[in-house]
């Protein structure tokens, strides 16, 4: 059974930081993508960034850009995700999904994980 677990959010000050975490179990990141996205309440579902060891990419939307770093571990099978500074827009659950590639991660993935909510205060 595939299962993806986030864990890292919270609540921090405009100007603070964290570190998100995406568990992945039943796949190796050595071989899958993982894609961070981001929901705000009553908006739609955007991507943030993006990373994929085989295809040797990273990939930052221009929410986040110059703001984050996504790293991968292949031994702890975990993506992080880190945004410093954070800003109040930043608040929304974050969710991290699996593919065989970035595209793939983008457009259609293939797992889910339930999500871990992130609110920034102004």
């Known amino acids: 059974e595939v299962q993806l677990v986030e864990s890292g959010g919270g609540l921090v000050r405009g100007g603070g930081s964290l570190r998100l975490s995406c568990a992945a179990s039943?796949?190796?990141?050595?071989?899958?993508?993982i894609a961070w996205f981001r929901q705000a309440p009553g908006k739609p579902r955007e991507a943030v960034s993006s990373?994929?060891?085989?295809?040797?990419?990273?990939h930052y939307e221009d929410n986040v850009k110059g703001r984050a770093t996504i790293s991968s571990d292949t031994v702890q099978n975990t993506v992080w995700l880190q945004i410093s500074p954070l800003k109040p827009e930043d608040t929304a659950t974050y969710f991290c999904?699996?593919?065989?590639?970035?595209?793939?991660?983008?457009?259609?993935?293939?797992?889910w994980g339930p999500g871990t909510q992130v609110t920034v205060s102004s």
């Open positions: 999904a699996a593919a065989p590639t970035i595209l793939a991660a983008l457009t259609y993935p293939a797992f």
């Open positions: 039943g796949i190796s990141l050595s071989n899958y993508a």
């Open positions: 990373i994929s060891l085989s295809e040797d990419k990273t």
